[in-house]
């Protein structure tokens, strides 16, 4: 019997447990370093403008080049960020290499607008949204050649911060998109009071479109809402070419997913463009 409550306290410090918490703690640990010593990347997924059939954004995704565990996908240590106080360190730096970015682009002659993924945490601080627009500015780069895309629930958690931090960042230019439209909570009400541009349906309701009546349903009434709203579409998470065409004939603005291009980092990036139908 000794031994069985020996056993049972063992198990409490269960090796896989154990395993767990220390990498979720070196890692809150190191994506400090990470981003001091530049090993996040940003890869890069085409937006396909579908009125003129050509490729006019790209939206700028990161990822973690860990020296020992390889690429870490953001949605491991996004959420570390966002718990730790380092979103607001995280996107500076994604903004601030999107700007590199564009400006490289411009330089051999692209002309490519950006969009970058911005968090709750940064939506609730108007230090950042002032930080956004002066540095725009300060590395002259035209606002409206920046969209930023903002999930659901980082406004719905303060409805009324979030519409005072946008209407700021739109009044100054920057053109706003709802990321993952349909998988938050955001009532219609609170979606007609927010100053946005485009609504991004979320992938789970495009990625089997042609299978899935109720998808096509929910789609077609979105693409119809958001119209009527004065809002451009995009969609995202296109697997397919008939899903592609299947969203032009119905009027939405721009697509993008694995069928157009996976992200890429920025020399494959130019490497696709410079091969696609699209460019
Ligand atoms: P998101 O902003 O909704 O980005 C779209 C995600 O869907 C990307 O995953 C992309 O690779 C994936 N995707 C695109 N097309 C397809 C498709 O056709 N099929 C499928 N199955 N997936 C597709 P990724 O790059 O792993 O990013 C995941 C999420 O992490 C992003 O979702 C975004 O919420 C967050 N994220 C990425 N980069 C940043 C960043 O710089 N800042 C912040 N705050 N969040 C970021
Ligand atoms: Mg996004
Ligand atoms: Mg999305
Ligand atoms: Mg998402």
Redesign the pocket.
């Known amino acids: 019997q000794h031994a069985k409550i020996n056993k049972r306290d063992y198990q409490i410090y269960d090796a896989n447990i154990d395993k767990n918490s220390i990498e979720r703690f070196q890692l809150i640990n190191e994506l400090k370093e990470a981003i001091e010593q530049n090993q996040l990347v940003?890869?890069y997924?085409p937006k396909l403008n579908l009125v003129q059939q050509k490729i006019t954004h790209v939206?700028?995704?990161?990822?973690w080049i860990h020296p020992k565990r390889g690429i870490i996908?953001?949605?491991t240590f996004?959420p570390i960020a966002e718990k730790t106080m380092q979103?607001d360190a995280?996107?500076r730096w994604?903004i601030s290499e999107a700007i590199t970015q564009y400006h490289r682009w411009q330089a051999k002659g692209v002309n490519m607008c950006i969009a970058?993924?911005?968090?709750a945490e940064?939506l609730k601080d108007e230090q950042f949204c002032h930080w956004v627009i002066d540095t725009l500015a300060h590395h002259s780069v035209p606002v409206s050649a920046f969209t930023l895309?903002i999930?659901e629930d980082a406004v719905v958690s303060d409805p009324k911060l979030a519409v005072k931090q946008l209407t700021l960042l739109r009044n100054n230019g920057l053109t706003l998109s709802i990321?993952?439209y349909g998988t938050g909570y955001s009532s219609l009400a609170q979606l007609k009071q927010l100053p946005v541009d485009e609504l991004?349906i979320?992938?789970s309701f495009?990625?089997k479109l042609l299978h899935t009546e109720t998808d096509q349903i929910i789609v077609q009434s979105t693409l119809q809402l958001a119209h009527n709203l004065g809002l451009k579409v995009v969609a995202?998470?296109?697997?397919d070419k008939e899903t592609l065409q299947w969203l032009t004939e119905r009027h939405c603005e721009m697509g993008?997913?694995?069928?157009l291009s996976?992200?890429l980092p920025e020399l494959q990036f130019n490497d696709w463009l410079s091969q696609s139908e699209f460019n």
Do not use: W
Request: hydrophobic share 30%; proline share 8%.
């Open positions: 940003l890869y997924q939206e700028a995704l990161v990822r996908p953001p949605d996004i979103m995280l996107t994604v970058v993924n911005i968090s940064n895309e999930t990321d993952d991004k979320d992938k495009v990625q995202e998470g296109i697997e993008q997913g694995f069928y996976r992200p």
